[in-house]
């Protein structure tokens, strides 16, 4: 199993360039989700899913778009970047059920000048 | 609302001693508890849990945590530190009672184990 894979693992974007980062997973999981990490403030999360089809918000969504067409995929969408959103993301899946734990992909550091 | 702190941002100790790395939660009904490990440059990695049942939990690389409900703490613990251990962790935590159902994660404490 590959696990969490992410795409890309660095990009720099200038303000109001769009981009998506990839996420893919291969353990049929039906949970997924994107977090941003910042210094001192630990993960935030930013869209979730809990199947193909069904996505919601989390604590920090605007200036995102998720869509979920398969299991395996579940695209983040910057519609217009700013600086604000340089930050660390993170893609995590996991079985759906309050119990199980996440597993996380390395992530894509990204920075909007 | 659920919340975690994480009351320490840097944790210092000596190779061979006892480490804690200390959580308290809030919630409004029951936690589920969670720690995961990040090391430089990868994403987070699980170690361990709180579901139900025995307040002590044993998890990877030898780490174990105590749930305690009374003091809605639930602090990451290692017999003997290792140099290998330094990382970020993170505790995490979901209220299975409450309508969001979303794990919230603490601020990370930054363990350095010194040789």
């Known amino acids: 199993n590959a696990g969490v894979t992410q795409t890309p693992k660095f990009q720099v974007l200038k303000t109001g360039q769009s981009m998506t980062l990839q996420c893919a997973q291969d353990?049929?999981?039906?949970?997924m989700s994107w977090y941003r990490q910042d210094p001192g403030m630990g993960l935030r999360l930013i869209h979730y899913s809990v199947g193909a089809g069904i996505t919601d918000q989390g604590e920090v969504p605007n200036g995102y778009n998720v869509s979920r067409s398969t299991t395996e995929d579940f695209p983040l969408r910057l519609l217009s970047a700013a600086p604000s959103q340089t930050s660390v993301y993170f893609c995590a899946s996991s079985y759906w059920g309050e119990a199980y734990e996440q597993y996380f992909g390395p992530g894509t550091r990204l920075t909007v000048t | 609302a659920q919340s975690v702190a994480q009351p320490e941002d840097q944790v210092n100790v000596a190779e061979g001693n006892p480490l804690t790395v200390k959580c308290t939660y809030s919630v409004s009904g029951n936690p589920y508890l969670f720690w995961y490990v990040q090391y430089p440059n990868r994403g987070l990695q699980f170690l361990l849990k709180?579901?139900?049942?025995?307040?002590l939990v044993k998890g990877s690389y030898g780490f174990e945590a105590e749930f305690n409900k009374s003091q809605t703490s639930f602090h990451l613990k290692k017999p003997s530190a290792l140099v290998s251990d330094s990382a970020l962790y993170f505790c995490?935590?979901?209220?299975?009672?409450?309508?969001?159902?979303?794990?919230?994660f603490g601020s990370g404490t930054q363990l350095t184990v010194l040789p």
């Open positions: 353990m049929n999981h039906e949970y």
């Open positions: 995490a935590v979901r209220d299975i009672s409450g309508s969001a159902r979303q794990l919230t």
């Open positions: 709180y579901i139900t049942g025995d307040n």
